[in-house]
Each structure stands twice: as C-alpha cells, then as structure tokens.
Nanobody, 119 residues
Framework: QVQLVESGGGLVQPGGSLRLSCEAS????????MGWYRQAPGKQRDMVGI???????NYADSVKGRFTLSRDNAKKTVYLQMNSLKPEDTAVYFC?????????????WGQGTQVTVSS
C-alpha cells in the first residue's frame, strides 16, 4: 500500500518562499514519476511539475523560473521549492507519484496541503 504525506504548506506574503515536501511509503514499491499538482477554488487540478526517477523535470509555464523540483530516491521524498510566490499561486497542492510493484503501475495522491499567498 502506498501513502504520500505532504508537509510545508502555509501562509506567505507575495514575493516570499515556501518549500513543500512529500514523503512516500510503500514497501517493495518502486516510485517512478513524482511531482505536484494544484487546485484553486472552483478550478480544475493542474500540473505544477513532474520529476522523473533520474531527475528530469517538467514544469507548468506559470511556475517556470520560480519553482524547483528535487527528489531523494533513497528517502522516497520529493520537494517543491517555491520562490517569488504570487497570489495566483494560492491553491491546495497535491503530491503525486506513479508507483509500481510486481509488474503493476498505478497513480497515487496525497491528501493535499494549503498554500496561501496574501499580504
């Protein structure tokens, strides 16, 4: 069974920074792509960024140059460093992981962490 536990959300002023962490658990599972999505009130869930197991990243245009993904495969943890935050970054941020065991592959989600950018 896979669980994703997020931490690091909160309230920050425009121009500030936050770092989100997501620790995965799941004995014998291999974690492939990991990353973050976000959902603002009344809007759909959109990709923020994805990082492959080897470290290749892909970002939404709206966060390029401001957000940075990293991961520690040994700790099964993915990080999202968010700089130069804007009010439009306010959303619930969800951790995502594609994980597999014994030939299967499924998508998994965390419970979400609130990020609010406001003065």
């Amino acid at each position: 069974q896979v669980q994703l536990v997020e931490s690091g959300g909160g309230l920050v002023q425009p121009g500030g920074s936050l770092r989100l962490s997501c620790e995965a658990s799941g004995r014998f599972f291999t974690f492939y792509n990991m990353g973050w999505y976000r959902q603002a009130p009344g809007k759909q869930r959109d990709m923020v960024g994805i990082i492959t197991r080897s470290g290749t990243t892909n970002y939404a245009d709206s966060v390029k140059g401001r957000f940075t993904l990293s991961r520690d495969n040994a700790k099964k943890t993915v990080y999202l460093q968010m700089n130069s935050l804007k009010p439009e970054d306010t959303a619930v941020y969800f951790c995502y992981a594609a994980a597999g065991i014994a030939g299967s592959l499924d998508n998994y989600w965390g419970q979400g962490t609130q990020v609010t950018v406001s003065s």
